[in-house]
């Protein structure tokens, strides 16, 4: 299973973007989806997540700007940032929490993470 990151960048205080997140290969089903973001020199922390029956959940710290949304059908997670302030640099990382087969465990897998910087 591979995670691929879209829709990083820079982009002024104020601004949005759109980030995207594919999983492809053999997957069964996916449970929760989610994003993450680390910033320099700090600890990974959550930003969103999204259940299969589309229950959100979001850090305090983003609340109201940005918005977590999924496409079961091309097992894809989004995430659309507004309002972007300096403090959301970092780098932007998605997990999804999947079988592979029905007999599977459910794991998690990481996407290769993709940039965001916000200038003042």
């Known amino acids: 299973v591979q995670l691929q990151a879209s829709g990083g960048g820079l982009v002024q205080a104020g601004g949005s973007l759109r980030l995207s997140c594919a999983a492809s290969g053999s997957i069964f089903s996916i449970n929760d989806m989610g994003w993450y973001r680390q910033a320099q020199g700090k600890e990974r922390e959550l930003v969103a997540t999204?259940?299969?029956?589309?229950?959100?959940n979001y850090a305090d710290s983003v609340k109201g700007r940005f918005t977590i949304s999924r496409d079961n059908a091309k097992n894809t997670v989004y995430l659309q940032m507004n309002s972007l302030k300096p403090e959301d640099t970092a780098v932007y990382y998605c997990?999804?929490?999947?079988?592979?087969?029905?007999?599977?465990?459910?794991?998690?897998?990481w996407g290769q993470g993709t940039q965001v910087t916000v200038s003042s």
């Open positions: 997990r999804f929490r999947l079988k592979r087969r029905s007999y599977s465990t459910l794991n998690d897998y």
């Open positions: 999204i259940t299969s029956g589309g229950s959100t």
